[in-house]
């Protein structure tokens, strides 16, 4: 039953966004849907020879997107940030560098430039 849902939802979300991120709850209140959206743990193409684990998240980015049947609709999304278990350093994806690939298309890359603003 959970992948209706989220079949359901990938429809109203921009085009590619659950290849990334995680749908982990949907809100709704008298004002609108808050849809809660979390990095999956994919490590970044780039960064797949480093030893890597999960670092927790950035702060939650709230976007207000297209409304829903007249209703507004608030994306909450969480970045994930990975540690380099050698140096220390903390990574995150980078997603300039995917945009300009063919793995996502302009309207998930013009959604994912207002969330990093």
């Known amino acids: ?9 990938a429809l109203m ?3 590619g966004i659950l290849d990334f991120f995680e ?5 709704k209140d008298d004002e609108g849907f808050c849809i809660q959206l979390e990095e999956k743990n994919i ?3 780039e960064h797949r020879s ?3 684990h999960a670092k927790g998240f950035h702060p939650e980015a709230r976007v207000t997107d297209f409304p ?3 209703k507004r609709v608030i994306l909450c999304i969480k970045r994930r940030r990975w540690e380099d278990m050698d140096t220390g350093e903390i990574i995150q994806r980078d997603w300039q560098l995917l945009s300009t690939g063919t793995r996502i ?6 959604f994912l430039k207002g969330v990093l603003r």
């Open 68 to 70: 829903l049947r007249g």
């Open 43 to 45: 490590v970044p193409m």
């Open 13 to 15: 979300l921009p085009e």
């Open 50 to 52: 480093r030893t890597l």
């Open 1 to 9: 039953m959970k992948d209706q849902y989220v079949s359901l939802a």
């Open 23 to 27: 749908l982990t709850s949907v809100g």
């Open 105 to 110: 298309t302009n309207e998930f890359a013009l």
